[in-house]
């Protein structure tokens, strides 16, 4: 028991820099992901797409969601594969498909950036375990992830009503896709500076001596015993 309750309290893993970038990365993109969610539907109602064709944009990302995850976690599997890099890349995407979906009008094209957000943002839920593991080692996972979940949640109750801010503040739905969308892209390049931590923090392997045969010579005659 006091074992287990050492290992509950131990928070070593909160002075790792990657963690902590990571972490942050998933406090933002928590904050400004779900105004998708919350204005996608009425901002098509609005441009005058019908009710039924857009609460179908909202099924083309849950349907987009449950491929990328399989896929993501296949390609996230495999050995040539980076996962980090692939949820960089990935979250740099979502972003870009939410900063787009204010400035277009056709339901096609809302139908698209819907399905790109949707397709993409599987890698959240598809690598977080597996690029959490990478950072602060299996023994701290359980730890440090139900640290992260806590972080998305305190995010989740700030991003809601900040996000309807600027909304109320702007009087349209094009600031909040487009904040949202820079947030999610800069959550994306924030952890481009994790293998640079890493790369810097690795120290650097002691060179192995070398000996000649010169000196090995003399170290035998000086360890083998004499016989009289």
Known sequence: MKEMM???SDYSYCSDAGFLIFAMSNFVLYTFYDTVYMYLLDYAMEVGVPADDA?????AI???NCIGMIAMGYVGDQPWSSPMLIYNVSMILCGISVIIMPMVTDYYLLAASASV???FISA???????ILVDLVSLEAFSQAYGMLLLIQGVANLIGPPLVGLIADTTGNYVMPFVVSGIFIVVCGLMLNLIPLIKRCQRPS????????PILAIDKRLHTTPIKV
């Open 6 to 8: 050492t290992s509950c």
């Open 55 to 59: 609460a179908n944009l909202i099924s």
């Open 62 to 64: 849950g349907i987009l």
């Open 117 to 119: 957000f949707g397709l």
């Open 124 to 130: 959240n839920y598809a690598l977080t375990s597996v």
């Open 205 to 212: 392997e002691p060179a192995e001596p070398t000996s000649t």
